[in-house]
Every structure is written in C-alpha cells, then in structure tokens.
C-alpha cells in the first residue's frame, strides 16, 4: 500500500491513463483545429475533417481517460474538446427552411444517386423509383450501359422525360422526370458533366442541377473547391432550385457550408437531410472501403421550398446510397 493510502496498482492505472489521453486527444485536437479555422487546408485535413461527427468517440474517451488519470489541465482540454465535437453534431446554423416556404402550391418527390461506374443495379433503381413514388430523379455516374439497362427495367415508363448527357465512366449525369424537362445545357469548367433543366410544374418551374463534384483527392483538390464554387454560382437568386447529387463534400467541409451561405448578396439554401433532423445519416461507402459512413450526397434547395420524407437507401452494386425527399415548392 502506498503512502498516499492508494494500491500500487491504482497508482499505475493512473499514470497509464495520462499516458494514454495523449494520443486519444491529439487527434481529436488535430480535426477540432481543422474544423474551426476558416482555411483553404491541404488535402489531408479535407479528407479527414469530413469524418468529424466520429470523433465525437475519442473525445468522450478522452475526457473518461482525463478523470481517471486525475490531471485537471487533461479534464480542461478533453471537456472543451467533447463540447467542440457536441457543438458540431447539432450546429446551430441547420435550420428549417425560411417562412416563405409556407403555403406551397406544388410537391414532387425527388431522389438522387451516384451509380458508381455505371454499374449500380437498374432493377433496383426502377424499383425503390416505383416504390417511392418518386417524380423527378437525378444520375451520377451515368453511362450509355446504364441508360439501356434502365430503359429496359422499365424507368422510361414511370419517367418519360429525360436531359441526359452520359459519359463512360464517372463524368455523366442525366435528369429523369414525370414533369416535362427544358434542357439548361450543363454547368460550365467541371471535372464531371454536370446536367441542368428547367421542370415545369404547376404554375411555375424548377431549375434542377444534376451534382458530382470531383472528389478531393490526389490531385482533385482545387478542382473540388472550383466545381463547388460553381455549383454555388448556378443560384441566380430567384425561383425554385434543386441541387441534387454527389457533392463529395459533407456539412464538416468550409467548402460546402459557403455554398449553402449562398454567394455575396444571394440568399441562403438548404440542406434537406439537415433541416429535417437527417444530418448524419450516411450515404458513403455502402460497400468497397473500410471506413466510418459519412454524408456526401444531398438534396439542397432554395429557401422557398421545404421538404418532408427524407430518406436514405442501399442500391446493389454501388458505394453510394440513395436519398429521397418530397419537396414542397412555392412556385412564382
């Protein structure tokens, strides 16, 4: 028994336990840093900083391991570091849709996902679209290969209308629709090609972007910030808009939450999941990676339209999931 009236092994547990806050804290010290300051970060923080709401874990083993190793500058730093993580799984700036979103005149449901390659499973597209219900879909991914297998499925009958620009490979995008489609042409200097139309619906219309952002890596990362840039520049502040797609970005990302700010004097938009309590459900990797999911496809709108029925999805054969949402539309 030690002087100090405690075992010697509760003496050792002690020491272990300081020794042991040090590297459960540092990395979460690292993403906090990385997530608070406002800074164009190479391309490692970008990628780790999307997996922020997982840290939330070490944290809180980090303060468990700063009482239990009893050194009251560990119990300061590990408390200030959860309340960091807790401040980010529920920031204050996810909110409903502004007031004018009140009184819509017009609703569609509306899903999105990336098909990786081309090779997602058509059957189970078609079906989760007959399912849902779903009334205007967005493609990523999408090749000749998949738009045959699609016809064939039976999507051309649940949605005739269609503005398509299929590529091999990653870089196409189509906009399927039961609401007659205007094609817009695509946004201008992106990685991938990225589909614009113009839905009427009821009164009015709806711009729709078709997303996939190039995804921050090796040498993608000015590129992802340009392709984000110029999403963010398609709003031209007036009338319905939907932004639906990959953004390979998270709400952990500088990059994505300046696009939802909006551009100088433009307004705000919204994140659909966000507003709707769904922030974190992942859509990334569904299969391929042994990482922790994270969310980084969505459906975000301008302020005078507010959605209802978020959702997420499994479709066979991609590592992306599908989302879907009924969109209420204010419409001019």
């Known amino acids: 028994m030690a002087a100090s009236g405690r075992p010697a092994w509760g003496r050792r547990a002690t ?5 042991l806050f040090i590297p459960v804290a540092l990395p979460v010290g690292a993403v906090s840093v990385i997530r608070a300051v406002p800074a164009d970060w190479p391309l490692p923080a970008v990628q780790l900083v999307a997996f922020t709401p997982w840290f939330a874990v070490p944290a809180a083993a980090a303060l468990l391991l700063a009482f239990l190793g009893r050194r009251r500058w560990q119990q300061a730093v590990a408390a200030a570091l959860l309340g960091c993580q807790a401040f980010w799984l529920f920031p204050l700036d996810v909110r409903e849709p502004a007031a004018e979103a009140a009184g819509a005149r017009a609703s569609l449901v509306a899903m999105s996902i990336n098909a990786e390659l081309g ?11 007959r399912e849902e219900r779903v009334e205007l879909l967005a493609v990523e991914e999408y090749t000749p290969q998949l738009a045959r297998r699609l016809t064939a499925e039976g999507l051309d009958g649940l949605l005739p209308y269609r503005v398509a620009h299929a590529r091999d490979g990653a870089g196409g995008t189509a906009i399927y629709s039961s609401y007659n489609l205007e094609d817009a042409g695509v946004l201008p200097g992106t990685q991938f090609t990225m589909s614009v139309a113009r839905l009427n619906i009821g009164a009015g219309s709806l711009q729709v972007v078709a997303v996939h952002t ?3 890596v090796g040498n993608g990362l000015h590129q992802w910030r340009s392709d984000l840039a110029t999403v963010a520049g398609s709003d031209n502040g007036s009338g319905p808009l939907l932004l639906a797609g990959d953004f390979n970005a998270t709400y ?7 696009l939802l ?3 100088g004097d433009g307004r705000s938009l919204v994140d659909v999941a966000g507003s709707l309590g769904s922030r974190l459900v992942p859509t990334w990797p569904m299969r391929g990676y042994s990482l922790p999911g994270i969310t980084l496809d969505h459906l975000v709108t301008s302020p005078d339209i507010k959605g209802s029925g978020y959702s997420v999805h499994r479709i066979a054969d991609t590592d992306h999931a599908a989302v879907v949402a009924t969109l209420h539309i204010q419409v001019p």
């Open 119 to 129: 090779g997602a499973d058509a059957a189970g597209i078609v079906a989760l679209v």
């Open 261 to 263: 700010a909006g551009q």
């Open 15 to 19: 020491t272990a336990c300081r020794w």
């Open 214 to 216: 190039l995804a921050p």
């Open 252 to 258: 952990d990302h500088r990059e994505f939450r300046a």
